[in-house]
């Protein structure tokens, strides 16, 4: 289109009587042009209709907390309001039936819903029945995808979805989302997309995405694709230029851009400037898709503070085009996601197919997003050990009789994980003042749910004193333990479906103890150690001993342990024992030999001796080394920070070899102690009967002198052919190559940073041909690469000097104490032959579900042993229940059951059967089960082709049958009764 033709038509259209004070009545059907009318849009046949989805993007905190944006505080630092967006949003639409408006967040929109009136919030139900407001995604957040677990996706969607169908749905108003809508999230996830799909989403809108995919898929028409994913399709979009408004036409937010002026005689009048312009945007975002619809985004970051002004300048915008809609090409329409998304699917006929993933992300050459896998290392690890708190908590509460008096519910700890989930919360990439923001709530949910935990194990083991919960266990501090005065009763519950072995380790001030199974009243071997520096510089009120035992625990309950206090009785205090250098120092377990450098305490080789892989023998050294923060430069100024991590060099600085403090053999476990520097510290650690090695390392404070990003590298003799794996939010693993996309051609530019990616559970290296692999599982999201043969690293913590110009508009630079932060965290290395990969999932289970203790000083236990699986088969060591949840019922009592088989069919998965009406051991108080999608606020029949889904089950014997890897999920009906359970 030629842009004098649409001046002519502009300057037809004023040409009006006016009708009011202030404002010409214009005529927006004249169509007085000299343009051919059948002039089209290159690339199109015929109308393209703009869907123009009005909308908000409300972060659940990032540069304001959660109450300091919903309530419009702190204007200083940004001015926006969530309540008051709502409220406009509403009105707005109550006075118009033709304007549409979405919306996501219901951390949010709960709030807002609690405190409206019963008449504003039927005008809310009959705005959805109309459809003019639909919900999108409807999440508690819009959950991050690199550094948050499936389980936790899972939770916070169902907590949003759960609500929305509960208090605003009903038979006449149909609140159930099917647009997942991740717009803001620094990358996306395979995982991710099929946890959406499995929900119950049929179409998934996204923002972020590298920019030479984006330039490609731009230049191809291919912004939108199929994602095939996991027993599923999911159709993507992504966005034109992000997910705000065409510039220029921001109507609320900043009042930078002009409003739109009709009246002619006004020196302000821009209508023919105006339009022009935006009809180029038009035109130009038109001509990089396939179908005759585009969507046009119209809002941004608390947009529509004032939606009466937003609507205003649109409804004036719209006009204008939709008045030549024969000349421009164009019809724009109130729309939303599920409305485009249709509208496409009807238009064209097949769409692209992907199926790896969208990781890293990079908005620019040398600007890769791969710093937040690793950003504030301690509330990552935080975020890991309040969801395995809150799924006990859910247990124990589940578990509770009806008239049982628990003092606290989960509720609290459950909408703080929500929020924690939020993809500037648990990444890392908020200010300082709401990342503590975050950790205060999660705190607060925890001390419920520690209540909750202490008082449902007291009633269930009959304790006559009072159970305590130790947060402070990998501190070694715990309060209760330091009056050595006092004999202690140790519960520990597994949160996993089937038994288990671990080893407990008890803070203490002495070792005169004797330890004893309450169950077997057996006496047991306990070994004691002194405490490291490390540990006391970490919490200088740190008791001098722990006292370590070996545990068995019944599947999904409880066993009691007790140290009987005996002060005639010295237990053995493990010493450090001499090491002679230039003699290799040999560790020995059941499973493997390890050697070590006598002189530095560095792993040297590892050999597993299980059989079939004796004398299969690897290399295995580990290093801490550090990159440099980019400060930007002359190539580009762009500095490392909390989102992105530019490294000053292509090749870290060795951190140097480290000394051997301390070699502490046992007959449970035997620890290599080993300091690196003043501020790096690491213990590694070798039970006698388990599969993985456990490095334990601490590091902080990191000195301050220039920005350091430090990693700790594990190299080996396997050779990798520039390949590794890493998990998808603990599902999936997916194929890393070495400068390689597997859907364009990569150019790099960053070598270091642009072969990072996030870890959420685990990372593996393969040599095919020996058909040997080394397993690195987490104890919180990091970042992680493979730079070399043999090789994998991750980044385990970070302090810049630099903020990196994405809106934080702050360092990253952590303190703690009056001092730089301190973060003590795990690996466990899983070393095997390939045949054996598969054992990964079940000792990843073990790691992610740590066993809960608590301890009491002041009394005795009748029960010493419960579990609330009770079915008379044993469980499969690959059966996981994802959720256990008593949920609101009508009649007797529900519990929401996510039931998941772990293992892929990829590495050797078999179908797993479950009787439904047997697995807690009360078939006669079961009334039936219903199974709903992944995120329980639909039934199954929405979801999924039911006859095909459900072909394997009996539902007469109430037996389903989960296929390999597959998660789902049953509402169990049984009747109220106090001996339930």
Same mark, same amino acid.
């Given at each position: 289109? !030629?842009?004098?033709?649409?001046?002519?038509?502009?300057?037809?259209?004023?040409?009006?009587?006016?009708?009011?004070?202030? @404002?010409?009545?214009?005529?927006?059907?004249?169509?007085?042009?000299?343009?051919?009318?059948?002039?089209?849009?290159?690339?199109?046949?015929?109308?393209?209709?703009?869907?123009?989805?009005?909308?908000?993007?409300?972060?659940?905190?990032?540069?304001?907390?959660?109450?300091?944006?919903?309530?419009?505080?702190?204007?200083?630092?940004?001015?926006?309001?969530?309540?008051?967006?709502?409220?406009?949003?509403?009105?707005?639409?109550?006075?118009?039936?033709?304007?549409?408006?979405?919306?996501?967040?219901?951390?949010?929109?709960?709030?807002?819903?609690?405190?409206?009136?019963?008449?504003?919030?039927?005008?809310?139900?009959?705005?959805?029945?109309?459809?003019?407001?639909?919900?999108?995604?409807?999440?508690?957040?819009?959950?991050?995808?690199?550094?948050?677990?499936?389980?936790?996706?899972?939770?916070?969607?169902?907590?949003?979805?759960?609500? +929305?169908?509960?208090?605003?749905?009903?038979?006449?108003?149909?609140?159930?989302?099917?647009?997942?809508?991740?717009?803001?999230?620094?990358?996306?996830?395979?995982?991710?997309?099929?946890?959406?799909?499995?929900?119950?989403?049929?179409?998934?809108?996204?923002?972020?995405?590298?920019?030479?995919?984006?330039?490609?898929?731009?230049?191809?028409?291919?912004?939108?694709?199929?994602?095939?994913?996991?027993?599923?399709?999911?159709?993507?979009?992504?966005?034109?230029?992000?997910?705000?408004?065409?510039?220029?036409?921001?109507?609320?937010?900043?009042?930078?851009?002009?409003?739109?002026?009709?009246?002619?005689?006004?020196?302000?009048?821009?209508?023919?400037?105006?339009?022009?312009?935006?009809?180029?945007?038009?035109?130009?975002?038109?001509?990089?898709?396939?179908?005759?619809?585009? $969507?046009?985004?119209?809002?941004?970051?608390?947009?529509?503070?004032?939606?009466?002004?937003?609507?205003?300048?649109?409804?004036?915008? $719209?006009?204008?085009?939709?008045?030549?809609?024969?000349?421009?090409?164009?019809?724009?329409?109130?729309?939303?996601?599920?409305?485009? $998304?249709?509208?496409?699917?009807?238009?064209?006929?097949?769409?692209?197919?992907?199926?790896?993933?969208?990781?890293?992300?990079?908005?620019?050459?040398?600007?890769?997003?791969?710093?937040?896998?690793?950003?504030?290392?301690?509330?990552?690890?935080?975020?890991?050990?309040?969801?395995?708190?809150?799924?006990?908590?859910?247990?124990?509460?589940?578990?509770?009789?009806?008239?049982?008096?628990?003092?606290?519910?989960?509720?609290?700890?459950?909408?703080?994980?929500?929020?924690?989930?939020?993809?500037?919360?648990?990444?890392?990439?908020?200010?300082?003042?709401?990342?503590?923001?975050?950790?205060?709530?999660?705190?607060?949910?925890?001390?419920?749910?520690?209540?909750?935990?202490?008082?449902?194990?007291?009633?269930?083991?009959?304790?006559?004193?009072?159970?305590?919960?130790?947060?402070?266990?990998?501190?070694?501090?715990?309060?209760?333990?330091?009056?050595?005065?006092?004999?202690?009763?140790?519960?520990?519950?597994?949160?996993?479906?089937?038994?288990?072995?671990?080893?407990?380790?008890?803070?203490?001030?002495?070792?005169?103890?004797?330890?004893?199974?309450?169950?077997?009243?057996?006496?047991?071997?306990?070994?004691?150690?002194?405490?490291?520096?490390?540990?006391?510089?970490?919490?200088?009120?740190?008791?001098?001993?722990?006292?370590?035992?070996?545990?068995?625990?019944?599947?999904?309950?409880?066993?009691?342990?007790?140290?009987?206090?005996?002060?005639?009785?010295?237990?053995?205090?493990?010493?450090?024992?001499?090491?002679?250098?230039?003699?290799?120092?040999?560790?020995?377990?059941?499973?493997?030999?390890?050697?070590?450098?006598?002189?530095?305490?560095? $792993?040297?080789?590892?050999?597993?001796?299980?059989?079939?892989?004796?004398?299969?023998?690897?290399?295995?050294?580990?290093?801490?080394?550090?990159?440099?923060?980019?400060?930007?430069?002359?190539?580009?100024?762009?500095?490392?920070?909390?989102?992105?991590?530019?490294? +000053?060099?292509?090749?870290?600085?060795?951190?140097?070899?480290?000394?051997?403090?301390?070699?502490?053999?046992?007959?449970?476990?035997?620890?290599?102690?080993?300091?690196?520097?003043?501020?790096?510290?690491?213990?590694?650690?070798?039970?006698?009967?388990?599969?993985?090695?456990?490095?334990?390392?601490?590091?902080?404070?990191?000195?301050?002198?220039?920005?350091? @990003?430090?990693?700790?590298?594990?190299?080996?003799?396997?050779?990798?052919?520039?390949?590794?794996?890493?998990?998808?939010?603990?599902?999936?693993?997916?194929?890393?190559?070495?400068?390689?996309?597997?859907?364009?051609?990569?150019?790099?530019?960053?070598?270091?940073?642009?072969?990072?990616?996030?870890?959420?559970?685990?990372?593996?290296?393969?040599?095919?041909?020996?058909?040997?692999?080394?397993?690195?599982?987490?104890?919180?999201?990091?970042?992680?690469?493979?730079?070399?043969?043999?090789?994998?690293?991750?980044?385990?913590?970070?302090?810049?000097?630099?903020?990196?110009?994405?809106?934080?508009?702050?360092?990253?630079?952590?303190?703690?104490?009056?001092?730089?932060?301190?973060?003590?965290?795990?690996?466990?290395?899983?070393?095997?032959?390939?045949?054996?990969?598969?054992?990964?999932?079940?000792?990843?289970?073990?790691?992610?579900?740590?066993?809960?203790?608590?301890?009491?000083?002041?009394?005795?236990?009748?029960?010493?042993?419960?579990?609330?699986?009770?079915?008379?088969?044993?469980?499969?060591?690959? +059966?996981?229940?994802?959720?256990?949840? !008593?949920?609101?019922?009508?009649?007797?009592?529900?519990?929401?059951?996510?039931?998941?088989?772990?293992?892929?069919?990829?590495?050797?998965?078999?179908?797993?059967?479950?009787?439904?009406?047997?697995?807690?051991?009360?078939?006669?108080?079961?009334?039936?089960?219903?199974?709903?999608?992944?995120?329980?606020?639909?039934?199954?029949?929405?979801?999924?082709?039911?006859?095909?889904?459900?072909?394997?089950?009996?539902?007469?014997?109430?037996?389903?049958?989960?296929?390999?890897?597959?998660?789902?999920?049953?509402? +169990?009906?049984?009747?109220?009764?106090?001996?339930?359970?």
């Amino acid at each position: 289109m !030629k842009i004098v033709t649409l001046v002519t038509v502009l300057v037809a259209l004023v040409f009006v009587t006016v009708t009011t004070a202030d @404002e010409p009545d214009i005529d927006i059907n004249h169509t007085d042009v000299d343009t051919p009318s059948d002039e089209k849009v290159p690339g199109h046949e015929g109308t393209i209709t703009v869907h123009v989805v009005a909308h908000t993007h409300d972060d659940v905190g990032w540069l304001k907390t959660v109450d300091q944006y919903y309530y419009g505080s702190k204007d200083d630092i940004y001015k926006g309001g969530v309540q008051y967006i709502i409220d406009t949003v509403i009105e707005q639409l109550v006075k118009d039936p033709k304007k549409k408006f979405i919306y996501v967040e219901i951390a949010f929109f709960k709030r807002w819903w609690e405190e409206q009136d019963k008449e504003t919030r039927q005008q809310v139900r009959n705005l959805v029945k109309g459809g003019q407001l639909e919900f999108i995604n409807a999440g508690y957040c819009m959950n991050d995808e690199a550094s948050v677990h499936y389980a936790a996706t899972i939770d916070q969607m169902s907590e949003g979805l759960m609500w +929305l169908q509960r208090e605003v749905g009903g038979p006449d108003y149909d609140v159930t989302p099917t647009i997942a809508w991740q717009i803001d999230p620094f990358g996306h996830s395979s995982a991710h997309a099929a946890l959406s799909a499995q929900m119950g989403m049929k179409g998934l809108f996204f923002a972020r995405m590298h920019y030479q995919d984006y330039d490609k898929r731009k230049r191809n028409k291919d912004l939108e694709f199929n994602w095939k994913v996991e027993n599923g399709n999911l159709f993507t979009g992504v966005l034109y230029r992000h997910y705000n408004a065409p510039p220029g036409f921001d109507f609320d937010r900043r009042g930078v851009d002009p409003p739109m002026v009709r009246n002619p005689q006004s020196p302000e009048y821009n209508i023919p400037e105006r339009v022009e312009d935006f009809v180029f945007y038009l035109e130009e975002q038109s001509s990089h898709y396939r179908s005759g619809n585009i $969507m046009l985004t119209m809002g941004g970051d608390f947009c529509y503070q004032n939606a009466h002004k937003y609507f205003k300048n649109l409804d004036i915008l $719209m006009d204008y085009v939709n008045a030549n809609t024969t000349n421009n090409g164009f019809k724009m329409i109130y729309s939303t996601p599920s409305q485009y $998304m249709d509208a496409v699917l009807k238009s064209i006929g097949g769409l692209q197919n992907k199926t790896d993933d969208l990781f890293p992300y990079a908005d620019g050459p040398h600007s890769y997003w791969t710093g937040y896998f690793t950003s504030r290392p301690t509330l990552k690890g935080y975020v890991r050990d309040c969801n395995n708190v809150l799924q006990v908590c859910k247990h124990v509460e589940a578990a509770a009789a009806p008239g049982d008096k628990l003092g606290a519910t989960s509720e609290l700890l459950r909408l703080a994980m929500g929020v924690s989930q939020h993809h500037d919360a648990v990444s890392g990439t908020s200010k300082q003042h709401v990342a503590d923001d975050y950790a205060r709530r999660l705190a607060a949910g925890q001390t419920e749910c520690e209540t909750l935990i202490t008082k449902g194990l007291k009633m269930k083991s009959v304790y006559t004193g009072k159970l305590h919960a130790c947060r402070l266990l990998n501190e070694s501090y715990c309060e209760v333990t330091q009056d050595g005065n006092r004999s202690l009763t140790i519960v520990v519950y597994n949160a996993r479906v089937t038994p288990r072995i671990e080893y407990i380790r008890i803070p203490l001030t002495h070792p005169h103890y004797h330890a004893v199974n309450l169950v077997t009243q057996q006496y047991m071997p306990v070994e004691y150690l002194r405490v490291s520096a490390a540990t006391r510089a970490l919490n200088p009120d740190s008791l001098p001993l722990e006292g370590v035992f070996r545990a068995e625990l019944p599947p999904l309950g409880f066993a009691s342990f007790e140290l009987r206090v005996s002060l005639n009785h010295v237990g053995r205090v493990l010493k450090s024992m001499p090491v002679y250098y230039g003699e290799d120092l040999m560790v020995e377990s059941q499973i493997y030999k390890v050697y070590f450098d006598s002189r530095t305490g560095a $792993m040297k080789m590892i050999t597993n001796k299980l059989a079939g892989m004796s004398g299969r023998s690897d290399k295995l050294t580990q290093r801490f080394m550090e990159y440099s923060s980019s400060p930007g430069d002359k190539v580009d100024n762009q500095p490392s920070g909390a989102y992105i991590f530019r490294p +000053l060099n292509d090749s870290p600085d060795d951190l140097g070899d480290p000394i051997l403090t301390d070699y502490i053999p046992g007959e449970l476990f035997t620890e290599v102690w080993q300091t690196f520097d003043d501020w790096i510290t690491q213990v590694t650690r070798i039970y006698y009967d388990k599969f993985h090695i456990e490095v334990e390392w601490t590091v902080g404070p990191i000195p301050l002198d220039h920005g350091r @990003e430090i990693i700790t590298r594990y190299d080996t003799s396997l050779a990798t052919n520039k390949t590794f794996y890493t998990d998808s939010n603990g599902r999936e693993m997916v194929e890393r190559v070495l400068n390689k996309q597997p859907t364009w051609d990569l150019n790099v530019t960053e070598p270091i940073a642009g072969n990072y990616y996030p870890v959420n559970t685990r990372a593996t290296i393969v040599d095919s041909a020996r058909g040997m692999q080394l397993t690195v599982l987490t104890d919180r999201s990091q970042g992680a690469a493979s730079l070399g043969d043999g090789q994998v690293e991750f980044m385990v913590h970070r302090r810049i000097l630099n903020d990196d110009h994405r809106g934080v508009g702050e360092p990253l630079n952590e303190t703690a104490n009056g001092r730089g932060l301190i973060a003590r965290g795990r690996h466990w290395l899983f070393y095997s032959d390939t045949i054996s990969y598969h054992m990964h999932r079940d000792i990843g289970m073990d790691f992610f579900y740590k066993p809960t203790v608590v301890i009491g000083n002041e009394g005795g236990i009748e029960v010493p042993t419960w579990n609330f699986y009770k079915s008379a088969t044993p469980a499969s060591q690959y +059966l996981n229940i994802v959720t256990l949840q !008593k949920i609101p019922s009508v009649n007797g009592t529900d519990l929401l059951v996510r039931l998941e088989n772990t293992l892929p069919g990829s590495e050797g998965g078999k179908p797993i059967t479950v009787k439904l009406d047997d697995i807690f051991g009360v078939e006669g108080d079961f009334n039936g089960y219903q199974e709903l999608g992944l995120a329980a606020d639909r039934d199954i029949k929405k979801v999924v082709d039911y006859k095909s889904h459900t072909q394997h089950d009996d539902a007469a014997e109430h037996t389903i049958e989960l296929q390999p890897f597959q998660i789902r999920t049953f509402i +169990l009906n049984f009747n109220s009764t106090e001996t339930m359970f």
